[in-house]
């Protein structure tokens, strides 16, 4: 079965510092990876997608980036933090048979102070 | 008009009782409807996926409306264990544009 690891699970950080969160997939290959915001009390917001190792779409212009360095892991990174940065960070995956759903790891909580 | 609306409630229900959530979505070309769950800071799960003909699992039953751009989720005999939020998910044609609505809040009592 397929499983979705995404670390660290909390973060705070100061405004100004860098961000790498990490997002890896088991069980399946050659996945779509997504990454979404979620700010406190609001809805998911799209902000990368990936069909393929190197191959990266934006949706949100903004401070933030993504990298997918090998199949099965998606990276986002900030080189500056914003106290808008802050809110839940969603991984998600969807591909093989359930083509169109998307299954999502248990997120990093992310503070910018 | 937002891509996906849906009602914020809260949505406050006994135990027992039936309840349902609308959710409308405004681009027509939209191809795949889902129902996710979210519970407090927790990831969000995929409940059920949205059939043409409407499905059901359970004590939930997801309809489309397609003609009138809207989706539903009905659930009876509502749990406690149901309370949670509950995001109306719509993915476009031909890409991978998902969008999530807000999500509803449903608190069921004791």
């Known amino acids: 079965s397929q499983t979705i690891h995404q670390w660290p699970a909390t973060l705070v950080q100061p405004v100004g510092s860098p961000l790498s969160l990490e997002c890896t997939v088991e069980?399946?290959?050659?996945?779509?990876l997504y990454w979404y915001r979620q700010a406190a009390g609001r809805g998911l917001q799209l902000l990368f997608y990936?069909?393929?190792?190197?191959?990266i779409s934006s949706e949100v212009p903004q401070n933030l980036s993504a990298s997918r360095p090998q199949d099965r892991q998606f990276i986002l990174s900030s080189k500056k933090l914003l106290l808008s940065d802050s809110g839940f960070y969603l991984c998600?995956?969807?591909?093989?048979?359930?083509?169109?759903?998307?299954?999502f790891g248990p997120g990093t909580r992310l503070t910018v102070l | 008009r937002k891509e996906v609306e849906q009602d914020p409630g809260p949505f406050n229900v006994p135990e027992g009782a039936t309840v349902a959530f609308n959710c409308t979505y405004s681009?027509?070309?939209?191809?795949?409807f889902f129902w996710y769950r979210q519970d407090c800071r927790k990831e969000p799960k995929l409940l059920m996926s949205?059939?043409?003909s409407g499905n059901e699992d359970g004590r939930f039953t997801a309809q489309l409306n397609r003609a009138s751009q809207y989706i539903s989720l009905l659930i009876r005999d509502s749990k406690l264990s149901d309370s949670a939020t509950y995001l109306c998910?719509?993915?476009?044609?031909?890409?991978?544009?998902?969008?999530f609505g807000a999500g509803t809040r449903l608190f069921v009592k004791a």
């Open positions: 069980g399946t290959s050659n996945p779509n």
């Open positions: 998910v719509v993915k476009w044609t031909g890409g991978f544009k998902t969008i």
């Open positions: 681009n027509s070309a939209s191809q795949s």
């Open positions: 998600a995956w969807s591909g093989g048979s359930s083509y169109n759903e998307q299954f």
């Open positions: 990936s069909v393929g190792i190197g191959q």
């Open positions: 949205v059939y043409s």
